[in-house]
């Protein structure tokens, strides 16, 4: 007995959603919500959906309780015979007096085998992850969140009845939280143990746990890939790894706010929902203010509204944040993700390279206790030292044979792209075309932490035009294993060629160019009240995840978005 992840469509098309049913000896169970004609109902019993047949309210059940499992069946049987006893499968509140990593910490070293210390009293509450066992013991592993175990044994004898013992092994199933209480031992092998005098049920988990199944490199798996993503709960439940990257990314969280506080920076949180998107070159979901009948955008980016805090006199701020950009979705990128924006007053490009170079390098250390991080593979990665920079039109001429500057003809640079197999769009503008070869020619090969300076003017309409160089800007990328990780900028402070720039972009949207800036004319006139010279950067956190430790970006977001499965 229970629910079904099938939705209804042997039903009327008015309603939706998933259905909910009955079986034998028991009254209604868990439901779904349903719905009809938008209106959420919760009925007592299917009949009283009343633009649904009693023929087709038949079918919907015959479906699904041929889909549901026997073990749902049983395990909704013993949550339903608990309730008629008068015992609570979920409650509100248990005696615990510790955790089972406490219990460890305590303990673990300290008892020989087959010793107790009866004059403990432990109260602890964990999963059941494995339970085995005959006549008159039984020994279960609870686990704790962070995946900590305690073996406790149900034993009969002076603590623990032979009643209590057959309703365990009656009521309790894999996959429970279960609430024991008792004194503290080693079982005869040595193995820490709880020894138990009471206990009851604390969470009935109606679904059981994956099977766990040995892969063809003899690895020990409960969940594909992509079920791991799909069903992150399971996967926390059942894999070290997965609640060790959760651990990891609130570590370099961490460390990232510490070490701007350490610096004097101040954290704000900015607007999502924007009348204009700007802040980079991408292209933005589109949504819409029922209040305001008006459309808005999700950000896809902090920058502008970070500009304006710091022509307000908030010299060194930064935030972390989610954006949203509605482009592909591969190992790199995610629609949602988090990022990082930093901007110093009286800073370069030079100023916020040094920073980075310290905020990645400090993460690294207080996530993995070293700069010279182990990956998923198992190959090492380092982060420490000074890291190599590289101009950007001096690799891209050195990798494809021909001298390519911020004068090349458009035309030329197109033919080039031609021959590499790259496809260019009408809307492309030289410089566009100039960091698509790059990326083509150089991008994946540069492994080791490397920043990419000096971009084109055309492809930066925010960023400083360069002292000394002309045609390009103040802007680098940070590269790492052969991805692009951060990026940063003199900013450009000169309101009239900041309207400019942002004018050109409007035409090149125009154009078609779906990943073109709009003109802000808050944002211009907050700089033309004066924005002081400022460094700026932007970090991807979940490609900072996907550096540190190797895994894929869907691994590094803790729930990240995926494509839907139909049902």
Same mark, same amino acid.
């Given at each position: 007995? /229970?629910?079904?992840?099938?939705?209804?469509? %042997?039903?009327?098309?008015?309603?939706?959603?998933?259905?909910?049913?009955?079986?034998?000896?028991?009254?209604?169970?868990? $439901?779904?919500?349903?719905?009809?004609?938008?209106?959420?109902?919760?009925?007592?019993?299917?009949?009283?959906?009343?633009?649904?047949?009693?023929?087709? #309210?038949?079918?919907?059940?015959?479906?699904?309780?041929?889909?549901?499992?026997?073990?749902?069946?049983?395990?909704?049987?013993?949550?339903?015979?608990?309730?008629?006893?008068?015992?609570?499968?979920? *409650?509100?509140?248990?005696?615990?007096?510790?955790?089972?990593?406490?219990?460890?910490?305590?303990?673990?070293?300290?008892?020989?085998?087959?010793?107790?210390? !009866?004059?403990?009293?432990?109260?602890?509450?964990?999963?059941?992850?494995?339970?085995?066992?005959? /006549?008159?013991?039984?020994?279960?592993? !609870?686990?704790?969140?962070?995946?900590?175990?305690?073996?406790? +044994?149900?034993?009969?004898?002076?603590?623990?009845?032979?009643?209590?013992?057959?309703?365990?092994?009656?009521?309790?199933? !894999?996959?429970?939280?279960?609430?024991?209480?008792?004194?503290?031992?080693?079982?005869?092998?040595?193995?820490?143990?709880?020894?138990?005098?009471?206990?009851? +049920?604390?969470?009935?988990?109606?679904?059981?746990?994956?099977?766990?199944?040995?892969?063809?490199?003899? =690895?020990?798996?409960?969940?594909?890939?992509?079920?791991?993503?799909?069903?992150?709960? !399971?996967?926390?439940?059942?894999?070290?790894?997965?609640?060790?990257?959760?651990?990891?990314?609130?570590?370099?969280?961490?460390?990232?706010?510490?070490?701007?506080?350490?610096?004097?920076?101040?954290?704000?949180?900015?607007?999502?929902?924007?009348?204009?998107?700007? /802040?980079? $070159?991408?292209?933005?979901?589109?949504?819409?203010?029922?209040?305001?009948?008006?459309?808005?955008?999700?950000?896809?980016?902090?920058?502008?509204?970070?500009?304006?805090? #710091?022509?307000?006199?908030? %010299?060194?701020?930064?935030?972390?944040?989610?954006?949203?950009?509605?482009?592909?979705?591969?190992?790199?990128?995610?629609?949602?993700?988090?990022?990082?924006?930093?901007?110093?007053?009286?800073?370069?490009?030079?100023?916020?390279?040094?920073?980075?170079?310290?905020? #990645?390098?400090?993460?690294?250390? %207080?996530?993995?206790?070293?700069?010279?991080?182990?990956?998923?593979?198992?190959?090492?990665?380092?982060?420490?030292?000074?890291?190599?920079? +590289?101009?950007?039109?001096?690799?891209? $001429?050195?990798?494809?044979?021909?001298?390519?500057?911020?004068?090349?003809?458009?035309?030329?640079?197109?033919?080039?792209?031609?021959?590499?197999?790259?496809? #260019?769009?009408?809307?492309?503008?030289? /410089?566009?075309?100039?960091? =698509?070869?790059?990326?083509?020619?150089?991008?994946?090969?540069?492994?080791?932490?490397?920043?990419?300076?000096?971009?084109?003017? %055309?492809?930066?309409?925010?960023?400083? *035009?360069?002292?000394?160089?002309?045609?390009?800007?103040?802007?680098?990328?940070?590269?790492?294993?052969?991805?692009?990780?951060?990026?940063?900028?003199?900013?450009?402070?000169?309101?009239?060629?900041?309207?400019?720039?942002?004018?050109?972009?409007?035409?090149?949207?125009?154009?078609?160019?779906?990943?073109?800036?709009?003109?802000?004319?808050?944002?211009?006139?907050?700089?033309?009240?004066?924005?002081?010279?400022?460094?700026?950067?932007?970090?991807?956190?979940?490609?900072?995840?996907?550096?540190?430790?190797?895994?894929?970006?869907?691994?590094?977001?803790?729930?990240?978005?995926?494509?839907?499965?139909?049902?």
């Amino acid at each position: 007995m /229970g629910s079904s992840p099938t939705r209804g469509t %042997d039903a009327s098309p008015e309603i939706r959603g998933f259905f909910l049913y009955d079986i034998p000896c028991q009254a209604t169970i868990l $439901s779904d919500i349903w719905q009809a004609e938008n209106k959420a109902l919760e009925p007592s019993s299917l009949s009283i959906i009343r633009k649904v047949s009693e023929q087709e #309210v038949q079918a919907i059940q015959e479906k699904l309780s041929q889909e549901a499992s026997k073990e749902m069946r049983e395990r909704l049987e013993k949550r339903a015979r608990l309730y008629e006893e008068g015992i609570d499968p979920y *409650p509100a509140e248990l005696p615990i007096n510790t955790t089972i990593d406490q219990v460890r910490s305590q303990y673990d070293g300290v008892l020989k085998p087959d010793e107790q210390r !009866l004059d403990t009293d432990i109260a602890v509450a964990g999963r059941i992850m494995l339970r085995r066992g005959s /006549g008159k013991i039984a020994f279960t592993s !609870l686990q704790q969140g962070d995946g900590t175990r305690l073996q406790a +044994i149900f034993q009969v004898g002076e603590f623990l009845t032979l009643e209590s013992l057959k309703k365990y092994k009656a009521d309790a199933d !894999l996959g429970d939280h279960l609430f024991v209480r008792g004194h503290i031992g080693t079982s005869k092998r040595g193995e820490l143990s709880l020894f138990v005098h009471e206990w009851r +049920i604390a969470s009935k988990a109606i679904r059981p746990l994956p099977k766990t199944y040995t892969n063809e490199a003899g =690895e020990e798996v409960s969940l594909s890939e992509e079920a791991r993503v799909r069903l992150r709960h !399971l996967d926390l439940i059942m894999r070290s790894d997965a609640r060790d990257t959760v651990r990891l990314r609130s570590a370099v969280m961490k460390s990232l706010r510490k070490n701007f506080d350490n610096r004097d920076y101040i954290e704000i949180e900015t607007p999502m929902l924007q009348t204009v998107h700007g /802040g980079a $070159s991408a292209r933005p979901f589109l949504t819409h203010i029922n209040a305001y009948d008006q459309d808005l955008y999700l950000r896809i980016a902090t920058e502008l509204f970070l500009t304006r805090a #710091v022509v307000g006199g908030i %010299d060194r701020v930064f935030e972390i944040n989610r954006n949203f950009r509605n482009e592909g979705a591969d190992s790199t990128h995610s629609p949602e993700f988090t990022a990082l924006e930093a901007y110093q007053t009286y800073g370069t490009y030079d100023t916020m390279a040094e920073l980075t170079r310290n905020l #990645v390098q400090q993460a690294a250390l %207080d996530a993995c206790g070293t700069t010279l991080v182990t990956l998923a593979d198992g190959t090492e990665y380092d982060f420490g030292g000074e890291w190599k920079s +590289i101009d950007l039109y001096t690799s891209v $001429s050195d990798a494809l044979g021909v001298e390519i500057t911020p004068e090349t003809p458009r035309d030329t640079l197109e033919k080039i792209a031609q021959t590499r197999g790259i496809s #260019v769009a009408p809307f492309w503008v030289p /410089g566009k075309i100039v960091e =698509e070869l790059f990326e083509d020619a150089c991008g994946d090969q540069l492994w080791e932490p490397t920043f990419v300076r000096d971009f084109p003017e %055309d492809t930066s309409p925010l960023t400083r *035009p360069h002292r000394t160089k002309k045609g390009v800007t103040e802007k680098w990328d940070l590269y790492v294993r052969g991805m692009e990780l951060a990026t940063a900028y003199s900013e450009l402070a000169d309101p009239v060629i900041q309207r400019e720039r942002l004018v050109a972009q409007s035409l090149e949207a125009a154009k078609g160019d779906p990943e073109a800036m709009q003109i802000d004319e808050e944002f211009l006139q907050a700089m033309e009240q004066g924005f002081p010279p400022t460094g700026g950067m932007g970090m991807g956190i979940d490609r900072l995840l996907t550096a540190i430790t190797g895994l894929g970006i869907r691994e590094t977001i803790t729930f990240p978005f995926i494509k839907p499965v139909d049902r």
